[in-house]
């Protein structure tokens, strides 16, 4: 009978477990090997059924130099559970996450085949779990872009066509760090110090990695005196075109050239991929600009215990 048990990132079997990622993820990129290595630093084990059947990362955190936290770490999004399982498998993987971790915190991607809704915090063991949601926008690329325009709504439709007067221009190569040097500038205006030097560090790395390995892009958009006004890195697997990180100038905001940025991209896009995924976002207004090009919420599944370590 086939069990979940955990394995040390050093004694995974690679090959299988991406597989297994390929042939279940649902075009996600984040659960492949290279992916989580690719984040520095990161330490992670997998929870592995029967013989790769189903896998899903397990993060390790530490505090005070003792493993007894598992978190999403940052750059990562729905971990799990990966594999052709029904929901009581999934559900007994979520019971096999180790005891003496005293908090775990972890977005799965199985809200679905678990039939589950946001509930409010109740007992497991001598602790608490909970099981809530968290937005996902996925815009549909099939068959054509022209069927892609005609979803976009009007105020979409007006801001992309002021846009294109402005002679902006597509640039394929520019590096990543150019990215988050303007992401850095324009989120120390709007949000101060919580802006963390952690996230963009990782985030940094994690996108020259993905480059390196042709697992990344990188689009920006350029104005009158080769001025920045938009850029966006983005991460292809299978039929699924993942939004990774993106930002904008003030000019850029003026511009409207995430607009035009994007408009671009899908034209390229959907001769290649079904989907284009812009990730989530809690904001109201991020929220109502992303589903102005007529993506959809797929909400995924955020997993939280708190408990005793060992109870």
């Not at 006004?229 to 050239?257: M, T, W």
Request: aromatic share 12%; glycine share 10%; with cysteine.
């Amino acid at each position: 009978m086939d069990e979940w048990r955990i394995v040390p990132r050093e004694d995974l079997n690679d090959d299988l477990w991406d597989h297994c990622v390929a042939k279940h993820g649902m075009g996600l990129p984040y659960s492949q090997t290279s992916f989580m290595d690719g984040l520095g630093g990161e330490k992670w084990c997998g929870l592995v059924y029967g013989s790769y059947k189903g896998v899903m990362v397990l993060p390790m955190d530490t505090a005070m130099g003792i493993v007894n936290r598992s978190r999403t770490p940052l750059g990562a999004q729905q971990l799990g559970m990966i594999g052709e399982l029904t929901a009581d498998e999934r559900i007994e993987g979520i019971k096999n996450i180790p005891r003496y971790l005293c908090g775990v915190d972890l977005t799965l991607n199985c809200m679905d085949a678990l039939h589950l809704h946001p509930a409010d915090w109740k007992k497991s063991g001598l602790g608490l779990e909970k099981f809530s949601s968290a937005p996902n926008f996925v815009l549909d690329l099939s068959p054509s872009y022209q069927e892609v325009y005609s979803r976009y709504k009007q105020r979409v439709k007006r801001h992309l066509k002021a846009s294109q007067s402005l002679g902006l221009h597509v640039f394929e190569y520019d590096t990543p760090d150019v990215l988050v040097g303007h992401f850095r500038v324009e989120g120390q205006k709007k949000y101060g110090d919580a802006v963390s030097k952690k996230f963009l560090q990782r985030m940094t790395q994690s996108m020259f990695g993905l480059i390196h390995r042709r697992q990344g892009m990188t689009w920006s958009v350029y104005g009158e005196g080769n001025q920045f006004h938009a850029g966006v890195f983005v991460v292809p697997f299978q039929d699924r075109l993942v939004l990774y990180f993106s930002a904008v100038s003030e000019a850029g905001k003026k511009s409207q050239a995430m607009t035009f940025l994007l408009n671009e991209l899908f034209i390229y896009a959907s001769a290649q991929w079904k989907c284009f995924d812009f990730e989530g976002t809690r904001d109201p207004g991020l929220s109502q600009f992303i589903q102005g090009f007529g993506a959809v919420n797929q909400p995924y599944l955020r997993y939280q215990r708190w408990n005793i370590p060992g109870l």
